[in-house]
């Protein structure tokens, strides 16, 4: 394994929507079109933005700061802060360190990272990153249920032995969205970069003559509810649900036995026009009132929507588009900076709304005007 390129924060790049527009100059069409887009008119990815937009901070004043921090418990872990990066594939794509660099990213700056089942570096390299260090977040695998199930229960297997921390199954994607972007932009995966996690992985069964290549083949193979016990039997590990925007598919995760929700509809990837995360969220946290915890994805790109996710009852927050736009522009600095430039912003806005730790942060932050 070898050290990560060191990149250089280009000129005036200071905020997470600077990284966006920087990076639109670094990466090709290509991949543009792939991590930038989303499904249909892409309605879903500005309502995930515009949400955030919309809450108003209702700051207190002349509170007590002084010993204040950014920590939160999470999965029986002290976090350093509240921010993760969030599963994104074939990073490869974005800078050639790929997910190498993000890793050692998360890594330094003490944040959680979940790495995608489709990762263009291979699982055992990437959890090298983790350490024995304590101060490092926690690195989780994203898994997505593969049609055969004995290489489903390998890559389970090979995350619990290279030391992952949790399994994030993503529930909401039975099929990939129709991505006009994307086949504007005639993507195809550059030579060279694969899911390497899939690798061997035997071949679907063929369709017969007149079947459905979406209902008689991938949907065949998609997870139900059955598919969630059948993988609690399979791992020692904590399952958490990424995907979840209705509240009884929240309070039926919680029954199972899942280890959280995350309140996410795949950045506006898959099904376009469903309702933003930051609207989603607070109904999802009264299903499951305290039974598990609630993390929330989707259009975070300011610390003070980080502060906001956690006063409607999120217990973390991930990030990614932003991070794999900060890796096109700076490789592993790039990843750190934008993980910075989000804590910094976390702590200006807290202390500035009177909050010392994250557990004063309460539903009582937002202002909802009459």
């Not at 263009?120 to 249920?145: H, K, R, W």
């Not at 522009?329 to 430039?341: D, Q």
């Amino acid at each position: 394994m070898t050290a990560p390129v060191v990149g250089q924060i280009p000129p005036g790049v200071v905020t997470l929507e600077d990284h966006a527009r920087h990076a639109q100059t670094v990466l090709d069409a290509n991949a543009w079109a792939y991590f930038s887009g989303g499904a249909g008119d892409e309605i879903t990815v500005r309502a995930n933005r515009s949400a955030w937009d919309s809450l108003q901070l209702l700051p207190r004043v002349l509170q007590p700061l002084a010993g204040g921090h950014t920590r939160v418990e999470l999965l029986g872990r002290t976090l350093a802060h509240p921010i993760l990066l969030a599963p994104v594939a074939y990073q490869r794509m974005a800078h050639p360190d790929g997910e190498l660099a993000s890793a050692y990213a998360a890594a330094a700056l003490g944040a959680g990272m979940v790495l995608s089942t489709q990762s263009s570096v291979a699982m055992e390299t990437i959890a090298t990153c983790a350490g024995t260090d304590c101060a490092n977040g926690p690195f989780y695998f994203q898994l997505y249920l593969q049609h055969d199930r004995g290489f489903t229960r390998e890559l389970v297997q090979r995350a619990e032995h290279a030391g992952f921390e949790a399994l994030v199954l993503t529930v909401d994607a039975p099929t990939n969205g129709a991505r006009d972007r994307e086949r504007r932009a005639g993507f195809r995966l550059p030579p060279g970069i694969s899911a390497v996690n899939l690798a061997g992985l035997p071949p679907a069964p063929a369709l017969q003559p007149g079947q459905s290549a979406l209902f008689d083949g991938l949907l065949k193979h998609a997870p139900t509810w059955d598919d969630i016990a059948w993988l609690q039997t399979q791992t020692r590990l904590p399952i958490l649900l990424k995907g979840v925007l209705h509240p009884d598919d929240a309070r039926q995760a919680a029954r199972l036995g899942a280890a959280g929700v995350i309140v996410s509809n795949h950045g506006g990837r898959t099904l376009d026009t469903t309702p933003a995360t930051a609207h989603m969220l607070p109904r999802i946290v009264e299903a499951v009132d305290g039974q598990i915890p609630v993390l929330v994805d989707g259009g975070i790109r300011r610390g003070t929507d980080v502060l906001k996710a956690i006063a409607l009852g999120a217990s973390a927050v991930l990030v990614g588009r932003p991070y794999v736009y900060g890796l096109a522009n700076a490789g592993a600095v790039g990843v750190a900076h934008v993980l910075r430039l989000l804590r910094d912003e976390l702590e200006i806005a807290m202390a500035l709304c009177g909050c010392a730790t994250l557990a004063q942060a309460s539903p009582a932050l937002i202002f909802k005007p009459t």
